[in-house]
């Protein structure tokens, strides 16, 4: 199974794989990851099949194609709940969600979970700082990874905690060119943001 | 970066890995009698041995260009001397690719290139057990293990169609389905095995060394077990695995070492831990956090307790605290903690113990000692990456 919030790196990596089941998100509010969240979409982006990342709460979208750029939805993941589908026998698991989990912990475990799910060989934090989202009070992520493609990547995650239970916002896309194209985008869903 | 099933196959053969095994009946090897195959400037005659090195040749361009080479000139000088102390003047010969990846592995192809990856060097305690290593990798070279292999696999191509995915970077460091597939037979693995004891044990290394690291592998893999509360099941039956540890492998390289120890026992020997901690201490946070983001926790555990066999310091302790926090199991909070007062409490404490102690602390209740601890972060670090998320904890 994978991790919902890095199925979108995997996905990345099967390069010349062809995508079935996409569908146009309308330009306008939408609700996301079982509706758990609205936000008001800026067109021409594509939603990924359903139950493609492993969790039900876990939406993904993309503009160009999953190796290219990527944005993914969580929502309403309650305390004790991990952000990744796995087993007890799994050796290596991505640490499970707390609603008492501090900004380091919640930035941990989110890069657990792309070097544990999505299989990134290297992984760098570029910032985490304060940011509001869903109007909590919540963590901006910046980082870089580079899979086992070869290619490095720029990611994003906007992180809350309301009511108890974890939302994540996360944009995934290539350093050269793509993620700087999405990144205005992204941001724009980002602060339209609500919980349902 | 998607080949051809011909080309997938042809690349795929170029690698041998660590990782082996059909299990069936044999009979230990000794290296008394096995002598290289490969002269100083050999190049290949016959025509797919030729396109074989060739299609090498390709793979090594692009893997000594990738983004996950670990393009560090000390280490690079590291290795380039215990290369020559294993082979002397041949070790001019291989080239290696030391790559940014968690595994325990190393892999050799027939054209002389050598991949070492980083899960392998954080794993080695001494400079002996990284010459096994790399005596084991230079062995497959020596005696031609590659191209018998590739001849055999050839013969059953048509068995490989199901594996055609993949392009040949992502097959050779990230694919170990494909790399075990191609893997040796327990013979040729037996043989490198032999070879490479012969090497260590002429450059004066202790011979015993290329058994310890497969002892302490299963070590490993049995704490991780016991963590999970699973039983710990040699995965090297299992044509899957990257892991080699087999019991019977360990006691024949044990026995074969014990052997060429007692025939010569007045050459002096020498393990050189200090000289190989010293190549890659600089490394070693990097290294770690390879492994301990991978959140398992019971070889974690047993990872850093014994890279602490000559005691504790503050980042040993600090990673110690970061199994316990992932981890997070009842008891967990209270073991971080302790273990990252410990970690700021010693020598070579990264910034990053006091970030992870303020946060304990202010978790356990204890808001003036955790916020003077995140002080104390930003201290030592102002320009910190989350600089302005803990001043912001702070503030609060």
Redesign the interface.
């Known amino acids: 199974m994978r991790a919902a919030i890095v199925l979108i790196v995997a996905a990345a990596?099967?390069?010349?794989c062809v995508a079935t089941g996409y569908t146009l998100v309308p330009s306008g509010q939408v609700a996301v990851s079982q509706g758990s969240m609205k936000i008001r979409s800026a067109g021409a982006w594509n939603k990924a099949p359903q139950g493609q990342f492993g969790l039900p709460q876990a939406e993904g979208w993309t503009r160009n194609g999953p190796v290219l750029d990527a944005i993914y939805f969580l929502g309403a993941i309650p305390d004790g709940q991990a952000i990744a589908k796995q087993r007890?026998?799994?050796?290596?698991?991505?640490?499970?969600f707390?609603a008492?989990m501090?900004?380091?912990?919640l930035?941990?475990m989110i890069?657990?979970a792309y070097?544990?799910r999505g299989?990134v060989?290297?992984?760098e934090?570029?910032?985490?700082?304060?940011v509001t989202f869903l109007g909590q009070q919540g963590?901006q992520f910046d980082y870089t990874f580079?899979n086992?493609?070869?290619?490095?990547r720029r990611g994003r995650s906007v992180i809350a905690v309301a009511g108890g239970k974890l939302y994540v916002m996360s944009l995934n896309a290539t350093a050269i060119h793509y993620f700087d194209a999405a990144l205005p985008d992204f941001q724009t869903m980002a602060a339209s943001a609500s919980t349902s | 970066m998607q080949g051809s099933r011909r080309d997938f196959v042809a690349r795929a053969a170029c690698a041998s890995t660590l990782c082996c095994l059909s299990p069936m009946a044999w009979a230990r090897l000794l290296p008394t009698d096995l002598t290289p195959l490969v002269s100083a400037d050999y190049r290949p005659t016959e025509p797919d041995e030729r396109g074989l090195w060739q299609q090498c040749d390709d793979l090594e361009r692009e893997i000594a260009s990738s983004k996950l080479l670990l393009d560090d000139a000390a280490l690079k000088s590291y290795i380039r001397g215990v290369m020559e102390r294993l082979l002397g003047s041949q070790a001019a010969q291989l080239r290696i690719y030391p790559m940014r990846h968690p595994e325990f592995n190393a892999a050799m192809t027939p054209n002389g290139m050598m991949i070492v990856h980083t899960g392998l060097l954080v794993r080695m305690r001494n400079e002996a057990q990284f010459a096994a290593v790399l005596g084991h990798e230079s062995g497959h070279y020596l005696r031609r293990h590659t191209l018998q292999s590739w001849r055999s696999v050839r013969a059953k191509t048509a068995t490989m169609a199901i594996f055609s995915f993949g392009g040949v970077f992502g097959l050779l460091v990230n694919a170990p389905l494909a790399l075990s597939l191609f893997s040796f037979s327990r013979e040729l693995e037996s043989e490198a095995d032999a070879y490479g004891l012969k090497l260590l044990n002429g450059a004066g290394y202790p011979p015993e060394a290329a058994g310890e690291i497969w002892s302490q592998l299963i070590s490993e893999r049995k704490a991780s077990a016991a963590d999970r509360k699973a039983r710990y099941k040699d995965k090297s039956l299992s044509m899957l695995s990257t892991h080699p540890p087999t019991e019977d492998r360990m006691r024949d390289l044990t026995e074969t070492a014990a052997e060429l120890a007692r025939a010569s026992p007045e050459v002096p020997r020498d393990e050189r831990r200090n000289e190989y901690l010293a190549a890659v201490t600089h490394l070693r946070p990097m290294l770690l956090e390879e492994q301990i983001k991978l959140n398992d926790p019971g070889g974690n555990l047993y990872l850093l307790q014994s890279l602490a066999q000559d005691g504790w310091d503050g980042q040993l302790r600090y990673f110690e605290g970061e199994v316990y926090r992932l981890r997070a199991e009842p008891g967990d909070d209270l073991r971080a903690t302790q273990a990252y007062a410990a970690a700021v409490a010693l020598a070579n404490a990264p910034p990053e113990a006091h970030r992870a102690h303020g946060y304990a602390l202010l978790r356990g209740g204890d808001r003036e000692a955790g916020h003077q601890a995140l002080k104390r972060y930003l201290e030592l670090a102002p320009q910190a990456a989350d600089a302005e998320m803990v001043r912001f904890t702070l503030s609060q």
Do not use: C, M
């Open positions: 990596t099967l390069s010349g007890p026998e799994d050796e290596r698991k991505v640490p499970v707390h008492t501090t900004p380091q912990d930035t941990s890069e657990s070097r544990i299989g060989k290297i992984f934090t570029i910032g985490v700082k304060p963590v580079v086992e493609d070869s290619v490095k």
